[in-house]
């Protein structure tokens, strides 16, 4: 089975090539996996975590311009999860970490060993993000975080800050490959089309839509076996389905030497002299985890 992409979906109107229904599916494998696993996180918070990577990638491919999405989760004091982060550029260069306290995790897992998102972050608020670019503007839209996952929380965003009925649903898993389990992810996201002329009253195809994506399972979003053509038939063959172009999705950081290198360049000695230890400057990227080491010849250098 091919993984990581995403790819476009129209249901139902099919006569008219258009659909009253339209959504994206997603399947990742080793570009979860790797994007996730450097942080080392424990399983409760990569699962979140792989969760944001799968809305980012989701959004992002379906942009039609350049540029990058950020989907963030900021959690309270009464939560494990203070922060996480997870980009997708418009090329599918996705890229995650997270921030969370131990004690606080341990606490929230003696008293419910599968908490939902929710208790997890205490609540808070979620983004997104769009980035297209330095000459541009950011957009930024905002909503609470509230229920059981990630995708709960994007549909709360899609109906508030963009009116647009959605219906998401997420999957994050470790799937045994060989002698080691690796992390996998899967997803559909549909929206309402409103209706008009040509496609007539949508209505009927999203309540339908609506509860077929009720009926969807983890196992079948995880299934390195199960083909996305497939499990789409299976989901709405009889609304009418098809799949549009896969769009490639990797784990790829923009974290480079020759930035950070440009960025400490705009310091003064006196602030470079207090980023010094031990004769050295080290920076480590929390995206990727890559470590850069600059001694103070390195930085006077051009």
Known sequence: ?????????????????????????????DALDQA?????????VSRVLGEAVLISALIAN???FEGRLF????????????????????DGDV??????????????LAEDPNPNTTTLMGGGTFAMTIDQGKNMDRYQGLSAIEGDSLGDCAEHYFAQSEQIPTRV????????TGKQASWRGGGIMVQRVAGD???????????????????????ELLDPDLEADTLLYRLFHEQG??????????????????????????????????MMQDGKITANCEYCGTNYVFTAQDVKSV
């Open 1 to 29: 089975m091919k993984d990581n992409y995403t790819a476009a979906v129209r249901i139902g109107g099919l006569k008219n090539d258009d659909g009253v229904v339209r959504g994206r599916i997603i399947r990742l494998g």
């Open 36 to 44: 996730i696993t450097h942080g080392n996180y424990p399983p409760t």
């Open 62 to 64: 379906s942009l039609k």
């Open 71 to 90: 989907v963030q989760a900021h959690g309270t004091n009464e939560g494990a999860i203070s922060m996480l982060i997870a980009e997708c550029t418009t």
């Open 95 to 108: 890229r995650c970490y997270a921030r969370f306290d131990q004690p606080s995790l341990d606490r929230i």
């Open 169 to 176: 649903k997420l999957s994050v898993g470790q799937v045994q």
């Open 197 to 219: 002329a040509a496609r007539g009253d949508s209505e009927e195809s999203w309540d339908i839509a609506k509860a077929v994506m009720k009926t969807l399972s983890d196992v």
């Open 241 to 274: 389905v098809s799949r549009m172009e896969e769009k490639p999705v990797q784990a790829k950081c923009s974290c480079s030497r020759e930035r950070l290198h440009t960025t400490l360049q705009n310091f003064d000695d006196a602030a470079i002299a207090d």
